[in-house]
């Protein structure tokens, strides 16, 4: 063998390694470029259906696992923010254990590791991502009137308001929209 | 030949009242009649519906807060904002075809805007009330 083609297929084989130990599945992460930008989305029905019935489904890789263990708790449950979000038994053993095996600090995905930084050795741990620091940070440079005083925004929770690809886990700055403000990014 | 006609009146049969009943909804009220239910009052579901009751955080609660009170339209969620499809089984037919789905959210929503579970006579109101919209 040559030794150009010798030193072409050792970088292949380090790339396709690289991937695959930062990736659960090279032909996932190769047919999802941004996979390893962002988070993880959603692929569990179960937990997209009975988070999602109420809210935007906050994909697992947004808060580290101890803050999901505070959430996704049966009597936490009871008062999720002011409401009633009780599951059987059963259905908040599977999706407590879908959140927890994704969450931010089990996950390769960058932005995802990014949270599991921010939220390291705090205590408690964040109910709110949008307690998060580096989610806090990432946000501090928009004008009040455009979230809060927004009548089609109205708070920070409502991700997928701005985040245009926030349902896929993507939730880089050229994906978002401001309703009411088009040229936000000026 | 006959066997033929038996099969379309029997599906005829099962047709008819479907836009009424699911399997899951006959099953959910012969429960609620094993728990003592005799007497099924839709016209009292229908003023409960909206009637408003002061929750924990003193903010005036009802169903119709969020479901609304044209049920064939869809209706939204009073902090999250997420749409809520239709409760009308007509429109939706989705609605009232899994009994956990229904017994979850009576749970749920009764704790939430009366503060406490609603009794088997009071979800068979609720149930047969919302079947005929």
């Known amino acids: ?186 | 030949m006959k066997k033929i006609i038996t099969l379309f009146c029997v599906a005829g049969l099962m047709a008819a009242p479907a836009a009424f009943a699911t399997p899951a909804s006959d099953a959910l009220l012969a429960k609620y009649k094993s728990e003592g239910v005799t007497r099924i009052d839709a016209e009292k579901a229908k003023k409960d519906w909206s009637k408003e009751v002061k929750d924990e955080d003193g903010e005036m609660m009802s169903c119709s807060i969020c479901h609304g009170k044209d049920l064939s339209k869809s209706g939204q969620h009073h902090k999250t904002k997420k749409v809520i499809e239709p409760m009308s089984p007509k429109v939706n037919p989705e609605r009232f075809t899994d009994e956990k789905k229904i017994e979850k959210w009576f749970k749920r929503n009764c704790k939430d805007v009366w503060g406490r579970e609603c009794t088997a006579q009071e979800k068979a109101d609720f149930l047969t009330f919302l079947l005929a919209q």
């Open chain 1, 1 to 186: 063998m040559q030794k150009k083609a010798k030193i072409a297929l050792v970088l292949a084989a380090m790339m396709v390694s690289g991937v695959a130990v930062a990736e659960e599945s090279l032909i996932e992460a190769l047919v999802t470029p941004l996979r390893q930008k962002e988070v993880r989305s959603v692929d569990n029905k179960k937990y997209k259906e009975e988070c999602g019935s109420c809210h935007f489904a906050y994909q697992p890789g947004l808060l580290p696992a101890k803050s999901w263990a505070r959430l996704l708790d049966e009597k936490a449950l009871t008062d999720h923010f002011g409401e009633n979000a009780e599951l059987d038994r059963d259905v908040l053993s599977d999706i407590r254990q879908y959140a927890l095996d994704n969450a931010a600090d089990k996950s390769y995905w960058k932005r995802a590791r990014k949270i599991a930084v921010a939220t390291e050795g705090v205590e408690p741990a964040p109910l709110r991502i949008t307690e998060v620091r580096y989610i806090k940070r990432k946000h501090q440079d928009i004008p009040e009137k455009m979230i809060k005083g927004n009548k089609d925004v109205k708070s920070l929770s409502y991700c997928d308001a701005c985040h245009t690809q926030a349902n896929k886990g993507v939730f880089e700055a050229d994906t978002v929209q401001i309703p009411n403000y088009p040229d936000w990014d000026d």
